[in-house]
């Protein structure tokens, strides 16, 4: 952790921003262009929503406790003891089944340049937050890790964060998909997950520990997370399509 620092305001970066979403499209597993991406774009948005965390009484406890969640997502025993079904368990066979590591996105992050998201500050620490809750969201909100459902995570993450960012990577991937001709509703999948992110419950400001207890369905059900429908429409081969384009 470096350390206290008094952040100073970032600067929009848009073409930094266009030539990291080529790169992204050009290779989905480049996780890192992701992070250009939301730095290059982030402006006010990660002060706007600290401050909305501030403003509720559950996302002021979380705001205060500064529980870092990769430290505890890393934790697979700590995973292993919440019950079959709960949201933990569905995060853990998440996980397993890919291979992921909560370190690993953490490491992505920290290879942009420019980026003080290990601060000491509080901004940087909600910052931590948003990245290391991406798994968790999947998990809610039903989408898996290929182009199409991660394009759909982003979108359904615009507006619960208002980071222009992951609009402008959703609209990206959209349009790929357009150009790709599937037959399939892939552009509509991705607005569908925008719609839901706006009709969710705010995600950011929840207690993940508590949360992760909760059986999956009931807690979908309580945070207004409606199945993706028109995701699950595109067959699985059909999610990667723009991959293979060119």
Known sequence: MSPPTRLKPRRVQPVRA???LRRLIADKEDTTQVFEIMNALAGGSVRRGYQQMLDQADGGRQAFLMTELA???QDKD????????????AYLAFIEERNFSAYGLADESRKVADTDIEAAHPHAWYARRLRDVHDIWHVLTGYRTDALGEACVVAFSLPQTRSPGFGVIAAGVAVEFVRAKTGYPCARAILQAWVRGRRAAWLPGLDYEALFAEPLDSARARLNLTAPTVYERVPVEARNAYGRMG
């Open 18 to 20: 266009w030539r990291a």
């Open 71 to 73: 430290d505890r997502l």
């Open 78 to 89: 700590w995973l292993r003891a919440f019950p079959e079904g709960s949201v933990g368990r």
